[in-house]
T-cell receptor
Framework: NAGVTQTPKFQVLKTGQSMTLQCAQD?????MYWYRQDPGMGLRLIYYSASEGTTDKGEVPNGYNVSRLNKREFSLRLESAAPSQTSVYFC???????????FGPGTRLTVT | DQQVKQNSPSLSVQEGRISILNCDYT??????FLWYKKYPAEGPTFLISISSIKDKNEDGRFTVFLNKSAKHLSLHIVPSQPGDSAVYFCAASARRFKNKLVFGAGTILRVKS
């Protein structure tokens, strides 16, 4: 039982490049989330998916898109990376919205 | 509008003593409260939770207290150990309405040996 997995662990991008962060969970959870964590800023919600087939914006969605590919997988895409998107990105899942969330190990992204 | 606030950015405690981390909330609809622990270069891990029907929940060295009238919760760690040094996030949700968790900004705990 791997829990929540994220790939890649590290990534360096140049400004304007695109990339997709992958997340998968094997706990049969309905809800999945993408956060970013910046120094002194805590966890900020980018997008979430309450259930398969639905996605909603969080507090900082600009510059990102998401896809809930199936119940297990929730990807985050940066279409045109900017230095302001340098951050650590965490994926999480929960049985339903409002329940405790389980987090992946994070992806450290640097945009130069 | 910060619905969950952790007003102390950091806390330093001597090994063996009690660590008390505090959290305030503003939304009276919240009915489920959690604490998470985060080490550097790792994802946050769920530590302990409490439902609004209780005022205390204990798990080993960790106890969470909820004061609904003051809209305040606290996490007590007794005794504190150097391995407890981490960032602690409190979170809350209106679980009965299936509203997602709202996180505080975190408190850095340093336990000195």
């Amino acid at each position: 039982n791997a829990g929540v997995t994220q790939t890649p662990k590290f990534q360096v991008l140049k400004t304007g490049q695109s990339m997709t962060l992958q997340c998968a969970q094997d706990m049969n959870h309905n809800s999945m989330y993408w956060y970013r964590q910046d120094p002194g800023m805590g966890l900020r919600l980018i997008y979430y998916s309450a259930s398969e087939g639905t996605t909603d914006k969080g507090e900082v969605p600009n510059g990102y898109n998401v896809s809930r590919l199936n119940k297990r997988e929730f990807s985050l895409r940066l279409e045109s990376a900017a230095p302001s998107q340098t951050s650590v990105y965490f994926c999480a899942s929960s049985v339903d919205r409002g329940d405790e969330q389980y987090f992946g190990p994070g992806t450290r992204l640097t945009v130069t | 509008d910060q619905q969950v606030k952790q007003n102390s950015p950091s806390l330093s405690v001597q090994e063996g003593r009690i660590s008390i981390l505090n959290c305030d909330y503003t939304n009276s609809m919240f009915d489920y409260f959690l604490w998470y622990k985060k080490y550097p270069a790792e994802g946050p891990t769920f530590l302990i939770s409490i439902s609004s029907i209780k005022d205390k929940n204990e798990d080993g060295r960790f106890t969470v207290f909820l004061n609904k009238s003051a809209k305040h919760l606290s996490l007590h760690i007794v005794p504190s150990q150097p391995g407890d040094s981490a960032v602690y996030f409190c979170a809350a949700s209106a679980r009965r309405f299936k509203n997602k968790l709202v996180f505080g900004a975190g408190t850095i705990l340093r336990v000195k040996s």
